[in-house]
């Protein structure tokens, strides 16, 4: 039985997790964390400044965050304080925040951070970056869309798409909208809509003379993040104490 407490437990997240969690067989949800008091599924929920004594207290096997990036980072060092393996969902994190995160899991806990962990958004990396290979030539345009409150932009998972052309092509200068003059240089375009509930959709555009191909993902419910997530928790427990990716999950 994989006991787990849920970071940002009475957020939109959180609660999507909580339900998979408590309907599961094989895991047990033992509680939650959040900026206030409550419950999630019959366990309680504490405030984030509680959470070494709650993590002592309920001695879960796996933490995940899906928060904001400060708070994730307090919560990250307090699961490896106390031996709690992680699961990290929560994007915008800053150099200095994965220098600190990357201190306190490496040698200590492992923990699955990833910046999506839709399964289908971690084929649709593998798709960009065989694409990549073979298109490098092409000009390339990156669009993503959230809800109005999403609060980073571009999303995790659209840098994650420019860090694989960049392994792929080489650095390449990034233009986040345009206005102007529009001629292009070899640039990578950037795109961000903002509105509605939009969920979470993402494309690469690789245009050429006489063609182009897109590869896109689009997520209808926030279900298949926190599948991912709960399938990410499973994996994690007892694995070696480093960082993986959802990549390493998969076995892609």
């Known amino acids: 039985m994989v006991k787990v407490v849920v970071s940002g437990a009475l957020g939109r997240m959180g609660t999507n997790i909580?339900?998979?969690?408590?309907?599961?067989?094989?895991?047990?949800?033992?509680?939650?964390?959040?900026?206030?008091?409550?419950?999630?599924?019959?366990?309680?929920?504490?405030?984030?400044?509680?959470?070494?004594?709650?993590?002592?207290?309920?001695k879960p096997d796996v933490l995940i965050d899906f928060t904001v990036a400060a708070a994730a980072v307090e919560n990250i060092k307090a699961a490896a304080r106390n031996d709690v393996a992680l699961i990290v969902g929560t994007t915008g994190f800053s150099p200095e925040q994965r220098t600190t995160i990357a201190s306190a899991v490496e040698g200590h806990v492992p923990a699955v951070i990833s910046s999506n962990f839709s399964v289908g958004v971690n084929i649709f990396w593998k798709l960009v970056r065989e694409a990549a290979r073979e298109l490098g030539d092409y000009d390339i345009e990156v669009t993503?869309?959230?809800?109005?409150?999403?609060?980073?932009?571009?999303?995790?998972?659209?840098?994650?798409?420019?860090?694989?052309l960049d392994q792929e092509l080489g650095s390449r200068e990034k233009v986040y909208g345009r206005v102007g003059e529009t001629e292009r240089k070899g640039e990578i375009g950037v795109h961000v809509v903002r509105g509605g509930d939009i969920v979470g959709d993402h494309s690469v555009l690789f245009a050429g003379n006489f063609e182009c191909i897109e590869v896109s993902h689009r997520a209808y419910d926030r279900a298949v993040f926190a599948q991912g997530a709960v399938r990410a928790a499973r994996w994690v427990v007892g694995r070696e104490p480093r960082i993986y990716s959802m990549q390493d999950v998969l076995g892609l």
């Open 18 to 58: 909580g339900r998979i969690v408590d309907e599961a067989p094989d895991m047990e949800l033992v509680g939650g964390i959040d900026i206030r008091e409550g419950t999630l599924f019959g366990t309680e929920v504490v405030p984030a400044a509680k959470i070494d004594a709650f993590l002592n207290e309920k």
């Open 144 to 164: 993503e869309a959230h809800h109005r409150y999403k609060k980073d932009a571009p999303s995790g998972t659209a840098k994650t798409i420019l860090e694989i």
